[in-house]
């Protein structure tokens, strides 16, 4: 198997790495940013800076205004982009709104993509995916769905709560998964400030990462017309496999960047502080954690590669994406761990980047499936019972 980069791919990944160090993370402690998230402002700024720089949703289709990214193309930029926090939110990249994209381009009408994507694309909207909800709706298990869809002639009507929704705070649009009368998932496209929608608060969360926090919305006799269906009727769950398989691998992406990060922290202060006589990194209990650090690098980069190329082959990846969710999930997570413990009381202040990393990061092993529910889907099919 050749792992080697094309000449374009290199020059491309030098390109965002030089504009996430010079233009990015100088906005790192810039005050525009909240528990709940980058500010709209910084937000816009920061998009702009990408716009120039052509760095803008490369992931998008090139008619739409992107560069057209394949799966393993995204694996490069998409790591150099989470080498700081806010890069992803620079460049567009962002869960939700990149896997909303990608969604959207898939399965939207012409006149959907014209009304939602195409603003998307261009950094001057903001989405949401509203599927989770309290207990006893739909968490883990998506079979659990409570939000209703009943049909009104031409139009739906919607009624439900959801939360844990990401980037609710400020979204222009939103896409729900409600049930039909006949137990059938749908997705519907809505702006955000149609009447019957209320963003009930934001949720206190460990991360800060996220434009718009996450947020608890409200359904109340939501009206939605016919032709704001997304995809089939009927079909939500299916067209929502469209999203999963690349939207799991890309947080891999992303956070593998903001781990490698964490790790470049570590070695600056294991070469400088010195402790009994000798350098940190002198001490085998520090050298052997850089190195178990540089091991679950490139295992999760090596998963992420194998698993963009397979999706890039028109597989649909669902076991696979699975596995590297999990693996990258749990490996990143050790190596941003053993950096907070290389740095000692640094580590748990804001002296560096790297308590943000560590508080932004946890999150991962929950969202878009807990690394326990992924080991179960992919048991279930090892054995054969799927």
């Given at each position: 198997?050749?792992l080697?980069l094309?000449?374009?791919?290199?020059?491309?990944?030098?390109?965002t790495?030089?504009?996430?160090?010079?233009?990015?993370?100088?906005?790192?402690?810039?005050?525009?940013?909240?528990?709940h998230g980058p500010?709209d402002?910084?937000?816009?700024?920061?998009?702009?800076?990408?716009?120039?720089?052509?760095?803008?949703t490369?992931?998008?289709?090139?008619?739409?205004?992107?560069?057209?990214?394949?799966h393993?193309?995204?694996?490069?930029v998409f790591e150099?982009?989470?080498?700081?926090?806010?890069?992803p939110?620079?460049?567009?990249?962002?869960?939700?709104d990149?896997?909303?994209?990608?969604?959207?381009e898939?399965?939207?009408?012409p006149?959907?993509?014209?009304?939602?994507?195409?603003?998307?694309?261009?950094?001057?909207?903001?989405?949401?995916?509203?599927?989770t909800?309290?207990?006893?709706?739909?968490?883990?298990?998506?079979s659990?769905?409570?939000t209703t869809?009943t049909?009104?002639?031409?139009?739906?009507?919607?009624?439900?709560?959801?939360w844990?929704?990401?980037?609710?705070?400020?979204?222009?649009?939103?896409?729900?998964?409600?049930?039909?009368?006949d137990?059938?998932?749908?997705?519907?496209?809505?702006d955000?400030?149609a009447p019957?929608?209320?963003l009930?608060r934001n949720?206190?969360?460990?991360?800060?990462?996220f434009t718009?926090g996450?947020?608890?919305?409200q359904?109340?006799?939501?009206?939605?017309?016919?032709n704001q269906?997304?995809?089939?009727?009927?079909?939500?769950?299916k067209n929502?496999?469209?999203?999963l398989?690349?939207?799991?691998?890309?947080h891999?992406?992303?956070w593998?960047?903001?781990?490698?990060?964490?790790?470049?922290?570590?070695?600056?202060?294991?070469?400088?502080?010195?402790?009994?006589?000798?350098?940190?990194?002198?001490?085998?209990?520090v050298?052997?954690m850089?190195a178990?650090?540089n091991m679950?690098?490139?295992?999760?980069?090596?998963h992420?590669?194998?698993?963009?190329?397979?999706?890039d082959?028109?597989?649909?990846?669902n076991?696979?994406?699975?596995?590297?969710?999990v693996?990258?999930?749990?490996?990143?997570?050790r190596?941003?761990?053993r950096?907070?413990?290389i740095?000692?009381?640094?580590?748990?202040?804001?002296?560096?980047?790297?308590m943000?990393?560590?508080?932004?990061m946890r999150?991962?092993?929950?969202y878009?499936?807990?690394s326990?529910?992924?080991?179960?889907?992919?048991?279930?099919?090892?054995?054969?019972?799927k």
């Open positions: 198997m050749d080697s094309s000449p374009k791919l290199l020059e491309l990944q030098e390109k790495r030089s504009f996430i160090k010079d233009q990015i993370t100088p906005f790192e402690n810039d005050p525009r940013q909240s528990e500010s402002e910084l937000r816009k700024e920061l998009i702009e800076l990408a716009r120039k720089a052509g760095l803008l490369p992931h998008a289709s090139v008619e739409m205004g992107g560069l057209g990214l394949s393993i193309e995204k694996a490069i150099e982009s989470g080498y700081s926090s806010l890069g939110i620079a460049m567009n990249i962002h869960a939700p990149e896997g909303n994209i990608h969604l959207l898939e399965i939207a009408t006149e959907q993509k014209e009304r939602w994507l195409r603003p998307l694309v261009a950094g001057k909207a903001r989405s949401c995916f509203a599927m909800e309290p207990s006893p709706g739909a968490g883990s298990d998506p659990m769905l409570s869809a049909k009104d002639g031409d139009d739906y009507i919607i009624n439900g709560t959801k844990f929704i990401t980037g609710a705070d400020g979204a222009d649009f939103v896409i729900i998964m409600a049930r039909l009368d137990g059938s998932a749908t997705m519907f496209l809505s955000m400030n019957g929608i209320e009930l949720m206190d969360a460990l991360d800060s990462c718009g996450h947020g608890v919305l359904f109340t006799n939501l009206r939605i017309p016919g269906i997304l995809g089939e009727l009927g079909k939500g769950f929502a496999q469209v999203r398989a690349p939207a799991r691998l890309t891999c992406m992303r593998l960047g903001q781990a490698r990060r964490a790790q470049d922290i570590a070695i600056a202060y294991a070469k400088r502080r010195q402790a009994f006589g000798k350098t940190l990194g002198e001490h085998e209990g050298g052997f850089i178990d650090n679950d690098l490139h295992t999760s980069r090596l992420i590669w194998d698993t963009a190329l397979l999706l082959r028109g597989e649909r990846g076991f696979e994406s699975s596995r590297a969710k693996i990258c999930s749990e490996a990143e997570w190596v941003v761990d950096c907070v413990q740095l000692g009381g640094q580590g748990v202040t804001g002296e560096t980047q790297l943000k990393i560590f508080k932004d999150g991962f092993r929950i878009d499936g807990p326990e529910v992924h080991r179960w889907s992919m048991a279930r099919k090892l054995i054969g019972n």
